[in-house]
């Protein structure tokens, strides 16, 4: 019996440092701000202010000093203000990804795992007979000259097609995935900020394709009176503009994006609250935001169907209790042979990424 080994005691090793208790705060506030850092400096203040954060140990310039020195923000060529740097980009979408989705243990690059085998990166114990077309590869020479001395004998020997055994592979996919984020202006109608729930979770998304499954594709495209794509780099920076809700032009630019890659399995993610109320056809904007325009629903719905046709499923994630709203994504839906999620805001990121790590194992 081993019995207790004991080692050195380190009081609070794991504890974060006054500095990094101070960053944690900053990145969730420049969160809220839109990445305006000197939004965000004012912000600290004020909770300085309220809540004592520095003294005469630490003071507030010490702490921007070296949220500088550090590299998380760096001067702007605005009349001496500050912006994020890369680095403090990436740590908001770390940071996002750690409270929406946990910390994840790090996978195999495009670890997307099927039940079907097929030309993948990890043996399997699965073993078959040579057929035209398998790489050099995959063939087991070890077991593939045990067969050739057993049919041949060892006086005569010789290897043949025949003889060849191959080590099963197992398959695994990539998924493209296109992820609407509606930036109209009902994202902050109310009291309500809808926006910066739905960019932590597009953030946490993105963090989570890249670090885990990085043969993956994610774009991202917001629609307002328009829809454009935005860069992973840029969704700290969204904001709501005084939009309309283009779900058309959103769905057809992500359908378009979708079109160019090469992956099998596809799909749109789309996060909104609101009713589509705006078109763009003839050089000119339609908009009516009084009820459920049939004109525009009806453009929406040709293009649910579109994307069936294409195996695009669009999963919908509906932020708004309105019941005649949540019939038209129900509608939008059995258009799509997709599926819907009406979500309140704090259950937002775990819907998603259970929807996501489900659709993994789809092949289409």
């Not at 003294?55 to 060529?77: H, M, N, P, Q, W």
């Not at 910066?196 to 991202?220: G, N």
Request: include cysteine; aromatic fraction near 10%; charge should be negative.
């Amino acid at each position: 019996m081993l019995g207790f080994r004991f080692s050195e005691f380190v009081p609070d090793a794991n504890k974060q440092s006054r500095f990094e208790r101070l960053r944690d705060i900053f990145l969730e506030v420049a969160t809220y701000t839109s990445g305006d850092v000197d939004e965000a400096l004012d912000w600290m203040k004020e909770i300085d202010r309220q809540h004592g954060l520095f003294d005469e140990d630490y003071t507030f310039d010490d702490f921007v000093d070296e949220l500088k020195a550090k590299g998380y923000i760096r001067d702007s060529s605005d009349e001496g203000g500050y912006g994020l740097s890369s680095k403090g980009e990436q740590s908001i979408r770390q940071r996002a990804l750690d409270q929406i989705f946990g910390n994840l243990k790090k996978g195999t690059a495009g670890d997307h795992k099927t039940r079907t085998t097929g030309g993948g990166d990890e043996l399997t114990t699965d073993r078959r007979p040579y057929r035209f077309g398998d790489g050099q590869e995959q063939i087991d020479f070890s077991e593939s000259f045990k067969n050739a001395q057993i049919n041949s004998g060892t006086s005569d020997f010789s290897l043949t097609e025949r003889d060849l055994e191959v080590v099963e592979r197992e398959f695994k996919s990539m998924t493209s995935t296109v992820l609407m984020i509606d930036i109209s202006h009902s994202m902050i109608l109310y009291g309500e900020d809808r926006i910066t729930p739905a960019k932590k979770v597009a953030m946490a998304l993105s963090e989570l394709v890249m670090r885990k499954y990085p043969k993956d594709t994610l774009d991202i495209v917001v629609f307002g009176n328009d829809a454009w794509e935005v860069q992973i780099k840029d969704l700290p920076y969204l904001q709501v503009g005084p939009f309309h809700t283009n779900t058309v032009a959103g769905l057809e630019r992500a359908m378009d994006i979708l079109r160019r890659r090469k992956s099998s399995n596809k799909q749109i993610f789309m996060i909104t609250d609101g009713k589509p109320s705006c078109l763009y056809e003839n050089g000119e904007y339609y908009k009516n935001s009084f009820g459920l325009d049939p004109y525009i629903v009806n453009k929406c719905l040709n293009l649910a169907r579109q994307c069936r046709k294409l195996r695009i499923p669009v999963t919908t994630f509906m932020i708004a209790s309105d019941p005649y709203l949540q019939q038209f994504v129900e509608d939008f839906t059995e258009a799509n042979q997709g599926r819907a999620f009406f979500t309140g805001l704090q259950g937002l990121g775990d819907v998603m990424f259970t929807d996501f790590e489900k659709n993994r194992r789809r092949k289409l």
